[in-house]
């Protein structure tokens, strides 16, 4: 009986232990203000590729460190963003107007993303590859998809993300938007970048 007993104990306390190095591991972040910042929405038209910029957003994270060691990241247990569509801003106002009609942003003023899922392998040089699942929602139309972010840990402790995801506008319910009474028709093919700077 005394036997049962001390190993229930024991497991008992391997798990509080377990629990709480896990819980000390991680870290909440968010995203600041940073010259660093930007998303680009991009495609191709009937004239010239084009492209759609803006470093204004929001977005926070719950990164997890080993304990005790907060250059080496090894989980993502939570990420959002949110982007108003009408700080995406090209060199041509008509399209960005057209733009923003096509995106609906009287209604859906905000393109966001939610993470689902995450698994993360270290490269080298404090740069790690997430291969991540989540929700993206654009036009008030949700999709999943995965997306490969490669992070990097920088020495003032703020992490680096940056990625690339391609997509299709008609994936969205999204008519692709034209130009100068039509005659720059864009293509259904974009591409969105982005670069975050996260800080504890």
């Given at each position: 009986m005394?036997?049962?007993?001390?190993?229930g104990f024991i497991l008992k306390v391997v798990f509080m232990m377990a629990f709480s190095h896990n819980l000390g591991a991680q870290s909440a972040y968010k995203i600041v203000k940073s010259t660093h910042n930007s998303m680009k929405l991009s495609g191709t038209s009937s004239l010239h590729d084009w492209d759609m910029k803006t470093g204004v957003f929001t977005g926070s994270a719950q990164f997890g460190f080993n304990s005790g060691n907060e250059d080496k990241l090894t989980a993502l247990q939570s990420l959002t963003f949110s982007l108003p569509v009408e700080h995406l801003k090209s060199d041509k106002k008509g399209l960005d107007n057209n733009a923003y009609k096509a995106l609906k942003s009287d209604r859906f003023a905000n393109i966001v993303y939610k993470l689902k899922?995450?698994?993360?392998?270290?490269?080298?040089d404090n740069k790690y590859l997430v291969k991540t699942k989540g929700s993206l929602s654009i036009a008030g139309v949700t999709k999943e998809i995965a997306l490969d972010v490669y992070c990097v840990v920088n020495k003032d402790a703020t992490i680096t993300s940056t990625g690339s995801y391609k997509m299709k506008m008609s994936d969205y319910k999204i008519k692709p938007p034209s130009f100068m009474f039509g005659a720059m028709k864009?293509?259904?093919?974009?591409?969105?970048?982005?670069?975050l700077v996260y800080e504890k």
């Open positions: 005394k036997n049962i007993i001390s190993y899922s995450a698994t993360v392998s270290a490269e080298k864009t293509g259904d093919n974009i591409t969105l970048d982005f670069t």
